[in-house]
C-alpha cells in the first residue's frame, strides 16, 4: 500500500511540474501485477515495457487520464457466484469497463483475471482476458473458457468501474434461461462482508 502512495505521490508531483496545461491532457501509463499486494509502477510511454513475467506473476500495462479527478487506478474484483458448461447448460457472461460516462470520470484500460473455483481450494482455470478500453464490453461463453466445468468465478480486473452479468440456460436458450449481474467484492475481504453493488 505504501508504495501505491508513494507512486501517487510521484505521479501527482509529475503533474504539477508539467504545469496546467500539459497536466490537464495528461495520460499515465503503469504496469498492474497479477500477483496480491503488488505495486503499480509508474512508465514513462505507452511504449515502455513492464517488468518480465516470472514465477506465475504477469504484468499488464494499464492507462488513465489524468484530466480529471480519481487518481490512481484501483482494481475491482467482480464474483460470478454460479457459472456451468455442463448437463446441457452453458453460460454467457460479460465485463463492461465503465470508466467512459458522460460524469469526468478517469479512463482506464485493463485486463481481468478470471479464476474459475469448482473443486478444492485452488482455480480449475485461470487465464486473463485480453485488454478492455473504456466503453467496451468483454463476453464469452463457458463451453469457450472452461468446457464441463460447474462452480464460481471470480474476475480481478486491473480497471476500476468493472460490471458484470452472467447468462445461464440450456444451449441454444430453447426452454430455460436466467441472468445476474456480477457482485463488486471489496478485498482484502471482511469478515461479514457486505455485497450491495
Known amino acids: 500500500m505504501f508504495s501505491k502512495v508513494l507512486l501517487a505521490s510521484?505521479?501527482?508531483?509529475?503533474?504539477?511540474l508539467a504545469g496546467p496545461q500539459k497536466a490537464s491532457a495528461q495520460t499515465i501509463f503503469a504496469c498492474v501485477s497479477s500477483a496480491a499486494?503488488?505495486?503499480?509502477?509508474?512508465?514513462?510511454t505507452a511504449n515502455a515495457p513492464c517488468p518480465p513475467s516470472a514465477g506465475g506473476q504477469t504484468w499488464t500495462?494499464?492507462?488513465w487520464n489524468a484530466t480529471t479527478s480519481g487518481g490512481m487506478p484501483g482494481p475491482t474484483n467482480l464474483l460470478y457466484?454460479?457459472?456451468l458448461n455442463q448437463n446441457g447448460f452453458?453460460?454467457?457472461?460479460?465485463?463492461?469497463?465503465?470508466?467512459?460516462?458522460?460524469?469526468?470520470t478517469a479512463t482506464q484500460t485493463g485486463t481481468c483475471t478470471l479464476s474459475i473455483y469448482s473443486t478444492g481450494t485452488t482455480p480449475t482455470v485461470t487465464l486473463t482476458t485480453p485488454s478492455i478500453a473504456p466503453g467496451t464490453v468483454y463476453a464469452n461463453l463457458f463451453s469457450t473458457i472452461a468446457p464441463g466445468v460447474a462452480g464460481y468465478?471470480?474476475?480481478?480486473?486491473?480497471f476500476t468501474y468493472?460490471?458484470?452479468?452472467?447468462?445461464i440456460s440450456d444451449v441454444g436458450a430453447r426452454n430455460i434461461a436466467m441472468g445476474y449481474l456480477a457482485t463488486v467484492v471489496q478485498t482484502p475481504r471482511p469478515n461479514n462482508e457486505n455485497l450491495n453493488n
Do not use: E, Q, R, W
Open 10 to 16: 510521484v505521479a501527482t508531483i509529475g503533474l504539477l
Open 37 to 44: 499486494n503488488s505495486p503499480i509502477i509508474i512508465v514513462p
Open 61 to 63: 500495462k494499464i492507462s
Open 81 to 83: 457466484p454460479y457459472v
Open 90 to 104: 452453458d453460460t454467457g457472461f460479460s465485463i463492461a469497463n465503465t470508466s467512459a460516462d458522460p460524469y469526468g
Open 153 to 158: 468465478m471470480f474476475a480481478s480486473c486491473t
Open 162 to 167: 468493472a460490471h458484470g452479468f452472467a447468462f
